[in-house]
């Protein structure tokens, strides 16, 4: 694979299992160096670890903090920018679902958290992102939303709901922040991660079977798009939101 992000400096959120993970594999090959964040250290260093084993060149550094404290998130952005030089990649794929089911019986704390990690955290790092070094000198950000941002969810309704936010949050920060910043959003169906095993535990192929293309996602899936998405490939591409769903949502279904 060609080096075509070589030399820039990344920032990944949620990076220390799943798609988080995989996207920090996908811009270290092609070059980048990458920091990594999670809220639990010891997987975090796990993570870096294995990035580290890849043998890409990419330097990796492993930061963990809470996406939704505001003083971590500005930590994360300076520390890529001492470490790297530079901060051209902002990935927001941290993501939380406590809510599960009847939105009349939810708690509304929990719904206020989602909210809070999924979409406010998110835009506290573009923030960060901006001041630091893209106000400055450009960049590309790629939140990762979902599916269920797209269309009606059911029982993950609130998660759902903050993804719709999310997209319309990157819709409005493309406009914003253009011509210099690009900003985009990829929106996975089910994926099999450690995040989304509710969804698919009780039977792979039961699951798989709506799909078009009859299998479910893989990290690697999500991360090559995003790989695209914030290399110059993409540079007439903002404010888009790029469906990686195995053609679930041409179903009419989710």
């Known amino acids: 694979m060609s080096e075509d992000l070589k030399g820039k400096g990344a920032l990944v959120t949620g ?14 090959s092609r070059g980048a160096n990458v920091l990594i964040s999670a809220r639990k250290p010891e997987p975090l260093e796990e993570a870096a670890a294995e990035l580290r084993g890849l043998g ?3 330097k990796v550094v492993a930061l963990a903090g809470n ?3 505001a003083e971590s998130r500005a930590e994360q952005v300076r520390t890529v920018v ?6 051209d990649i902002l990935i927001n794929n941290t993501g939380i679902n406590p809510v599960y089911g009847s939105l009349m019986e939810a708690d509304l704390n929990a719904v206020r958290k989602i909210f809070d990690v999924n ?28 599916v269920a941002g797209i269309r009606s969810s059911g029982l993950i309704a609130a998660y759902g709901a903050s993804k719709a936010a999310l ?6 920060l493309a406009w914003q922040l253009g011509p210099a910043i690009r900003v985009n959003a990829v ?3 089910v994926v099999k991660t450690k995040f989304a095993d509710a969804l698919y535990s009780a039977g792979e192929d039961a699951a798989a079977a709506p799909y078009p293309l009859k299998r479910l996602g893989n990290p690697e899936d999500v991360a090559a798009l995003i790989g695209f ?18 053609g679930l949502l041409a179903t009419g279904g989710i």
């Open 15 to 28: 990076a220390s299992r799943g798609i988080g993970k995989a996207v920090a594999a996908e811009l270290l």
């Open 167 to 172: 997209i319309r949050l990157t819709e409005e």
């Open 56 to 58: 890409h060149p990419g």
């Open 187 to 189: 929106a996975p169906a």
């Open 67 to 69: 996406s939704g404290d």
């Open 229 to 246: 998405l914030v290399s110059d490939q993409a540079s007439w591409i903002t404010g888009e939101v790029v469906r990686v769903d195995g």
């Open 119 to 146: 979409v406010v955290a998110a835009l506290g790092y573009v923030q960060e992102a901006y001041k630091a070094w893209m106000q400055a000198n450009g960049g590309a950000v790629v939140n990762v939303a979902s």
């Open 82 to 87: 001492a470490e790297f030089g530079s901060l």
